[in-house]
Structures are given as C-alpha cells and as structure tokens.
C-alpha cells in the first residue's frame, strides 16, 4: 500500500508500543492468563486423572516436598496435580459463564437499542431489577432454586452475568445508532435484523470484549465462591472453590491444602484482570493521553 | 421514587419465580407442625393452586404483611430468624465501610498525587490484587495468620471467629440495646466486652472490605487524575492558591462524584461477600443463616435472605443517589 | 522619556515532550510589559501566546521544558524561582484570565466561594479594610475571626462583582456557574483577576470563547475597567479588532517568535514584517472597497520539525536566500517599533 506519509502510522504503533512495555505488569498477565488456557485444555495430558481416585492414605496431609511439590490432601493425593485438574474445570466454567452471558447479552442489548420503544424501555427496568439484588447472592439464590449439579451453578452465573452486557452494548448501540452510515444503510432498504448483526453489533463490541476479558477474573471468583459453599461439581469433578472447601477442614494443620488452590484462583483471576486492563488501555489509547 | 417501587416489586418477582414456580410453593409456608390434614387449608389460604397472577398477588400481599414462610430449619418464621441476625451483618458491613472509606479513598488520592511513583505502584498492585482475591479463601488465610501462627510465635492475636467470646460474656454480660455488640459495649461502658468485640470484629470486616477497597481505590485514583487535568484546577492556582487548598477543596469534591456512581457497586459486592465471610469467620449475621440453610435445604430462607438484601442494596443506592446529587450541584432531582 | 518596566521576557525557548516528539513551541520569545500600559499579543493559534502566558505565571504542564531565556519580574527570574514565591505572586501580583469561562470554572463551588477565596487569601489586608471601616475606634485590627474575615470578603466580592458591571451581586454569589450565562460567568473570571489588585493582568483570548454579542459587551467591559485599572494588561487574542480598540503598544508573535512589536498606531498604519502585512490585508476593511480577501498561503508549520532559519519563510512572498538558514533578530527600525526581518537588517545584503 503506498503511503505518502508514513509517519502517523508509524508514531500510532510506537505509542501503542509504548503502552504495552510501559505495563510490563500486562505482559506478564496475558502471558499467565494464556498459559492457564493452555494448562485447563492439556491438563489431562500433563497429570493423569486417575489422580483423583487414587487414595494413599499413608501418605496423607504431607507438607510440600520433592516428591509432592504442594503437599497432599486427606486421600494421599497430590495437591499439584489435582489443581491442575481442576483448573480444567473453573476454567471451562469461566468461559461458559462468559460466553452465554455475552451473547445474550450482546443481541439483548443490540435489538433493544436499536429498535428502541417501549421494548427497550422495558428490557432496562428488568436490568435494573437484576442490577438490584447483588450478584452472589442471586446466583446463590438461582442455584438454590434449579438444584444442585454444575450445569444449574453455570446457568445461575449466567443469569447474573447477562444484564451487564446488555447495558454496555446497549449503550454502545445507541450512540452508534446516531452515525450516518446507518441511515445510508436502511435508505438502501437494507433490513433492520441485517443491519444490527452485521453492522452495529461489530463496530460496537469493543468495550463489550474489554469487559469480557475483565469478566473472566470477576466470574472465576463468583463461581469458586458457589463450590465452595457446596453449589457444582461432585467430588469426582473437582474444582478450586471445592479443593478448599475440603482444605479448610485441615487448616491448621496442613494450611497448604487451603493456601495453595486459593493462590490458584487469585493467580488465574489476576491474570485476566491485567490482560482485560492491558486490553483496555490499547483498544482505547486517545482517551489515556 | 417510582422507581424504587417498581424495582423491588421486581425483584419480588424474581424471588417468587424462584421459590413458587421453579421450586414447590408449597414449602414455604409449611412449618414443623404442620400436620397432613392442615395442608389443603394451607393451600387455600395461600391461593397456591390459582393461576399465577393471583398467587404472586396474595404473595406480595404477605409479604408486605410479614409474612415471608417458614424456615424449617430453623423453626421459626422466616423474617424473625432473619431479624434477628440482622445486627450482626450491619455491624460486618458497616466496619466494612469503615475500612473502604478510611484506607481506600485516601490511597486513591495519594495514589494520584504520586502518580507513578512508588506509592502508586503500591496501591495500584493492591487493588489489583483486591478484585482478584477470593474473599473466603482470604478470610481463611487472615485466620491462619492472626489467628494461629501469631499465637504459635506467641504474640497477641486475634480472635477467629464468632462475634465476641461468648464465656467471657458470662462475666460481662453484653446488653442487647442495638443490637450490634460494639456499639452496646460501647454505650453500656462495658469496657471489657467492647474490647473483645473489636477484636472480633477486625478480621472479618478488613476481608469482606479487601475486595472493594481495590475498586474505591482505582476509582478514586482515575477520577482524581482526570480532575487534576481539568481547566479550573488551572485557575484555582492561577489564584495563588496553596497546593493543599486546590486538591482538597477544588479537586476532591468534583473527583468523589465518580467515586461515589461507584459506591452502590461496592456495597453490592460488601452485602455478596457477607455469606462468606459470615461462614468463614462464624459470625452470626444472616449471610451465615443462608449459608447454612444451603445445606439443610431450607428455601424459604435462603429466599428471604435475597429479600432482604435487595431491599438493603436499593436503599444503598438510594442513600448514594442522594450523594451525588448533594455533591454535583448540576443534578437536579 | 523612558517608560518603567514591568516584566522582562528575554529569550525564552520552551520546548513539550510528547509521544510524537519534541514540539519547539516557544523559540526566542522576548518583549517586555511596561508599567500601567496594555500590550497586545496577537498571533494565530497555535503560534504560542497562550504558552508564553502560561510561562509567565508558572503554570506550564509537566511535560515542559524551558531551555533558555527568563522572565524578570520585580527584580526576580520568574522561572526559577520556588514555587511558593511563584504562588505569592499570583496571590497578589499577577492575575491571569482564561478563555473559556465554562471549563476554567468549578462546577461544584459557588461563585461566591470561588471569589471569597481570593480575598481570604490575604488575612492582612481584609483587616486593614476592617480598620478603615472602624473609623471610631481608630485603631488598626490585627487579628479577625475567621467569621469576620469571611464577611468582609463578601462584602469585598459584592464590591468586584459590582465593578464587572453585574447586577444582583447576592444572588449570583450563591449560583453554581451553570446557573450563569457565558458572559456573566467570563465577567466572574475578570472579577477573580480583579480581585487581587494585580499589577499584571494576562488576559488569554477572553473573547473568543464567547458568542459575537456577548464579545461586544465584555470588550465595552474592558475598555471602561481601562479607565480605572492601574496596572499593566497582557492582552493576547488573535483578534486584531481588540488589539485596535485597547491596546497601547502591540506584538506580533510567529510559531513561537516575537516578529515585530510596535506602538499600536504605528502597526496598523505602518506593518513592516510579511506576516503582519499578510494578517492587516486579511482583514475586512468597512471603509475600503475590496473584491477578495488576502489570505496567507501556506499553513502553520509543524514545530516538531519548524523550518530553518526564520520559521515564516515557507510563506513569505518577500523571502530572501538567507531567510532560510539564518534566524532574523529582532531589531529596531524605530525607537518604538521592532522588527524580526532579515528585510530590514540595515545595511546588510
């Protein structure tokens, strides 16, 4: 592509550059948040699952050593590996929990701003209704009313999560609305649905992913703190919030069976907290400097 | 004004959704003696084989009247078991609150004075670290700290769990005036107990505060950057005013008002870290009453507990509306 | 007959840090403000007036640099000194007012509160008002109350507010500055300024934020404020109208360069360098007939890469070889009139 000027170009990359190194704690967070990704997609290769229904009971309650790097739990089983394997499972969660939440959300939000009227008006009133009962204890309430089992926990998530997505992409679209092209578009007798799907919902979903990605620290939390007062999985799937749950029965005397899958959760969510925050901060360099 | 009515009739709905449709009606108002027989008048009294419209209606009628179930469990109405743990939350949530306002809006200002500097380093890695943390997992780590390795190395520590010593209580008898054990102690000049319930009190309040302390932080930071970039901080030192005068007169006022849009955030996630840390810490607010209703199956509680809270979040942000308005002199309401 | 100086800026070269790179704003500022006149500081945007303005009274952002040149105010070097001698002078001695009164005004304090504090700034001398006032007792107070510091600094708003030609002084101390029209809320920006009894007065394009009518008015303000205004004012607009109307002496400033200074009348009726022959025939003449109006050609250069030599010769129609290597200094042509233009270098091929 011939360019007469190189130069704007050219300063726009040096400052997003600039941005990315000067964080270098971002770095670090997407660097962890990718390699917790790859760790729940291979961590049936990396430890064997049988882990979880082996029992050594000799072994028991050990400290951290060689043989097992974070100590063991009541069964003799390792506390490395059987993080690892849950990790799988609060990381699929997570994802899940995001993933319905934002595609609701996002075509919610979309149709409603878009079409506006007394439709739009009503959507909001039931957002603000969901915004009014804080979101534990919703979800808890959710998960109380469908029963128990992991699949009711993430449908409850995902009822508290989807109000929010609406709104930002809500927003986003009415501001959008506004722009010319839109009215070029429905003058050329192009659909409404068309329109919304394959030109608003796209120009608008950015601050949508930030908030995404910055989701994906805030659900881990949410959902580890819902297996850990007993809501999810079965002791044959385990997950963080479940791990600790069992470790606070020995907290004073083997405080690693706590310490170490909570480490876990912190570390997971930090680390998309930094990529959401780094994310931000690039998608929307004009208004930092 | 209207629009608080409406919410919380919402909400009610959500709530009778939840317990009367997707969960059997007719648990909620069945008590531990009930017998067999009573429960067809049960049914009638309560419309619970009308069609739904009318259910929700004489639903909602109870409600407002009180009469929110029966909590097996506990054998006792709903809304008295819940009353009665009442103080215990607000006192949790209120020394929370202390801690956000005295630790976080500070660090956000300082933060933004020295903006990238050590300080701001410091206090943005923690309020990172806030959001990121599991409160349960850090009222546990706080226990095992203070509470027991502190007490292996033999210094003072704190207490672990509960409200105040109950067998020290024997001696100096807690009067029951608010119901919120410092400020009873405090008003009866029970020395003794105020001291202990402090001590109790420290280690829950900081952890449920720990998570929102790091979003009043960074909020009150950026705001307070973003004002101290605004035109009229110009003129206020082109005034000749001191430095100390333009931030705290000029500069704080406007920056609080994003602080404060944010606060009903904050006082959501106090009031959803409340069952956890009630459970962790044993203290016995109503948060530990849902918790425990969790695992003895009993819905009308955990129903009523979800009540109560909207109720209370609504009236939060009620409180913070008025805030802002008293802050921005721009809005009108 | 020599006129008493008031401030001195020498030389001053102030260049930003930015992302995209080093903008040279200010290259070789210098001109001085003598006492009780009014110079104007004309120039397009961007050209630097604000900057200089900024420079004087010590409120460059951080990213500033000053790499040469000072500004001398009663007998001190304003850019190096401390910055609490710099804050007792803008308390009392130099007063600046900005352009756009919606932003330059706290939405959350009353008018009231953003006038009282000027005064409250000077304990000493709302108790020599006191002291006048209490003529029966003759006797100097030294010492008020903080509640009697505050009345007297009400009284003293109403008196400066009344001087901006405002009306209803109690009502408008207790209204937010959205409750105010544009014009009210600039004349409350000049009573701010007022109220310090300055010696220096920076007025920073006052008008242009403003609608045309409401121009019009505070223009008549400032030319009856004139009358009874003992100090000097640093008027910088781009509007030469303004320059006509109230100014004594008039500079003429380029991508960060004073190019000529000159007695008022002596601009207008002779304009010696290009720039300044380029913006007179730019303006609409009401007594003159005039088929097109004559535009500069070119645009402002861009200060991060400026032109060598003197930074005007991309569009001057005059320009010589040598203006392209040589920076022209400013040199005078007259007792009173200067000129930066290698034009009328005297002598000198």
Redesign the interface.
């Known amino acids: 592509m011939k360019r007469s000027n190189w130069s704007p170009a050219i300063?726009e990359l040096?400052?997003a550059g600039?941005l990315i190194v000067r964080n270098k704690?971002v770095l670090v967070g997407t660097v962890i948040a990718v390699a917790v990704l790859m760790t729940a997609t291979f961590s049936t290769l990396l430890v064997s699952p049988a882990v979880i229904v082996t029992i050594d009971l000799p072994n028991r309650l050990q400290p951290p050593s060689i043989t097992h790097w974070l100590g063991t739990d009541d069964y003799g089983r390792d506390l490395f590996a059987m993080i690892i394997l849950s990790t799988r499972l609060d990381v699929i969660a997570m994802l899940e929990i995001v993933g319905a939440g934002v595609t609701i959300g996002v075509t919610l939000g979309a149709f409603s701003g878009f079409l506006g009227g007394k439709l739009d008006e009503a959507l909001m009133?039931?957002t603000?209704?969901?915004?009014?009962?804080?979101?534990?204890?919703?979800a808890?309430?959710?998960a109380?009313?469908?029963g128990p089992g992991l699949n009711n926990l993430i449908l409850a998530i995902i009822v508290v999560q989807w109000p929010g997505y609406t709104r930002i992409l809500r927003g986003q679209v009415l501001a959008e609305k506004q722009r010319l092209y839109v009215d070029a578009l429905r003058a050329l007798g192009i659909g409404k649905v068309r329109v919304i799907l394959r030109h608003i919902i796209p120009n608008t979903i950015y601050p949508v992913i930030v908030q995404c990605t910055l989701d994906l620290?805030?659900v881990i939390?949410t959902f580890?703190?819902l297996s850990?007062?007993?809501?999810g999985g079965s002791p044959l799937t385990p997950d963080l919030?479940r791990l600790?749950t069992a470790g606070?029965l020995y907290?004073?005397q083997a405080?690693w069976l706590?310490?170490f899958?909570?480490l876990a959760?912190?570390i997971i969510?930090?680390a998309f907290?930094?990529m959401g925050?780094g994310i931000r901060d690039v998608l929307d360099p004009r208004l930092r400097? | 004004m209207f629009l608080l009515v409406f919410v919380l009739i919402g909400v009610t709905i959500i709530i009778f959704f939840l317990s009367q449709v997707l969960m059997d009606p007719l648990a909620l108002y069945l008590t531990d003696k009930t017998t067999q027989a009573a429960i067809p008048a049960i049914i009638a009294h309560y419309h619970l084989n009308d069609p739904w419209p009318i259910r929700y209606a004489v639903y909602l009628s109870n409600l407002v009247r009180g009469d929110w179930g029966f909590s097996q469990s506990e054998s006792e109405p709903v809304l008295s078991a819940l009353s009665q743990r009442f103080p215990a939350t607000i006192e949790l949530t209120t020394a929370s609150i202390l801690w956000i306002l005295v630790i976080g809006i500070p660090a956000g200002i300082i933060s933004a004075l020295k903006n990238n500097k050590a300080p701001d380093h410091i206090s943005r890695l923690v309020a990172l670290t806030g959001v990121s943390t599991p409160v349960f997992w850090l009222g546990l780590i706080l226990q095992l700290v203070f509470f027991y390795y502190f007490a292996q190395l033999g210094l003072p520590h704190l207490p672990s769990s509960g409200i105040y010593d109950t067998t020290l209580a024997l001696e100096y008898p807690v009067a029951t005036i608010t119901g919120l054990p410092v400020l009873d102690t405090l008003i009866t000049g029970n020395w003794v107990m105020f001291e202990d319930s402090l001590a109790h009190l420290v280690l829950p309040s900081f952890a449920l505060a720990f998570v929102s302390l790091g979003i009043i932080m960074r909020i009150t930071r950026s705001s307070m950057l973003e004002v101290l970039r605004q035109d009229y901080i110009i003129l206020a030192r082109s005034k000749g005013l001191p430095e100390r005068v333009v931030i705290y007169r000029h500069a704080l006022k406007n920056a609080m008002i994003p602080t404060v849009t944010v606060a009903g955030l904050a006082i959501a996630g106090l009031l959803g870290g409340a069952p956890l840390t009630e459970t962790v810490f044993g203290w016995p607010g109503m948060g530990r009453l849902a918790v425990d209703a969790i695992g003895r199956n009993d819905a009308p509680l955990i129903m009523g507990f979800t009540l109560i809270t909207a109720l209370m979040l609504v009236l939060a942000n009620l409180v913070v509306d008025i805030l802002y308005g008293y802050l921005d002199p721009r809005i009108k309401y | 007959m020599a006129e008493e100086s008031l401030i001195q800026v020498n030389h001053v070269k102030l260049d930003f840090h930015t992302y995209a790179g080093e903008v040279k704003a200010l290259d070789d500022v210098t001109f001085e403000v003598r006492k009780g006149e009014a110079l104007g500081l004309v120039g397009e945007s961007g050209c630097g007036k604000s900057v200089t303005a900024l420079s004087i009274d010590g409120l460059l952002p951080e990213n500033a640099s000053v790499t040469n040149g000072e500004i001398i105010f009663a007998g001190k070097n304003l850019l190096t000194i401390k910055k609490e001698e710099m804050r007792k002078i803008r308390a009392s001695q130099i007063a600046m007012v900005f352009q756009d009164p919606t932003t330059f005004l706290n939405p959350v304090l009353t008018i009231g509160e953003q006038i009282e504090e000027v005064f409250l700034l000077n304990p000493e001398h709302l108790a020599a008002v006191a002291s006048r006032d209490d003529e029966s007792e003759n006797k100097t107070i030294s010492n008020l109350s903080k509640q009697q510091q505050k009345r007297i600094a009400k009284r003293l708003s109403i008196d400066v507010l009344k001087q901006v030609r405002l009306g209803d002084q109690d009502r408008i101390l207790k209204q937010y500055p959205h409750e105010l029209s544009g014009g009210m809320r600039q004349r409350c920006m000049i009573a701010m300024a007022l109220a310090r009894n300055p010696d220096l007065l920076i007025a920073d394009e006052i008008t242009t934020a403003l609608d045309v009518t409401i121009q019009a008015q505070i223009l008549e303000l400032l030319r009856d404020l004139k009358r009874d205004f003992r100090g000097s004012t640093l008027l910088i607009t781009h509007d030469l109208g303004i320059v006509a109307e109230l100014c004594d002496r008039v500079a003429v400033m380029y991508a960060g360069n004073i190019v000529e200074l000159a007695d008022v009348g002596d601009l207008f009726a002779n304009p010696l360098h290009p720039y300044t022959k380029g913006l007179m025939k730019a303006i609409p003449m009401l007594d003159r007939r005039m088929n097109r109006l004559e535009t500069i050609q070119g645009a402002v250069p861009d200060l991060i890469n400026p032109p060598s030599g003197c930074r005007f010769h991309p569009r001057c129609s005059f320009a010589l070889e040598k203006c392209k290597s040589v920076k022209p200094e400013l040199l005078h042509v007259s007792n009173s009139h200067t000129v930066a233009c290698h034009l009328y270098d005297e002598g000198k091929p």
């Not at chain 1, 969901?130 to 979101?135: A, L, R, T, V, Y």
């Open positions: 300063s040096k400052f600039h704690l009133r039931v603000d209704i969901f915004f009014s009962i804080p979101g534990l204890i919703l808890l309430a959710v109380a009313a469908l620290g805030g939390l580890a703190s850990f007062l007993g809501f919030g600790i606070q907290i004073f405080p706590t310490a899958p909570g959760i912190l969510s930090l907290n930094l925050d400097r």
